[in-house]
Nanobody
Framework: QVPLVESGGGTVQAGGSLRLSCQTS????????MGWFRQAPGKEREWVAN????????NYRTSVKGRFTISRDNAKNTVYLQMNNLKPEDTAMYYC???????????????WGQGTQVTVSD
């Protein structure tokens, strides 16, 4: 089992910023997808962003492009999601995940963290 522990969530006003962290293991030697997903109450889990390792090739859903940045620190075994200019529609539980295959697909991931809540108020 791959450990994935998210942190950094919280409540911010619209326009604010948060940085989520995903603590894992073996990041430097992993080949595949490291992704961030989110799920709002009553909605399906949706892909937000991913890195395709080891190429460090980021990919974002359209609604977060230009506002969110995914990155990694191999020495710290941590994947980050910097979220700027947050909007109320970004409110959700955010999950870190690891998998292989088509990175934007939920079904490509077989390891998930417990999630961290992000709430954006008007």
């Amino acid at each position: 089992q791959v450990p994935l522990v998210e942190s950094g969530g919280g409540t911010v006003q619209a326009g604010g910023s948060l940085r989520l962290s995903c603590q894992t293991s073996g990041l430097a030697s992993f080949s595949g997808c490291m992704g961030w997903f989110r799920q709002a109450p009553g909605k399906e889990r949706e892909w937000v962003a991913n890195l395709l390792l080891p190429h460090n090739d980021p990919n974002y859903r359209t609604s977060v492009k230009g506002r969110f940045t995914i990155s990694r620190d191999n020495a710290k075994n941590t994947v980050y999601l910097q979220m700027n200019n947050l909007k109320p529609e970004d409110t959700a539980m955010y999950y870190c995940a690891q998998g292989t295959g088509r990175c934007p697909q939920v079904s490509s991931y077989n390891h998930w963290g417990q999630g961290t809540q992000v709430t954006v108020s008007d």
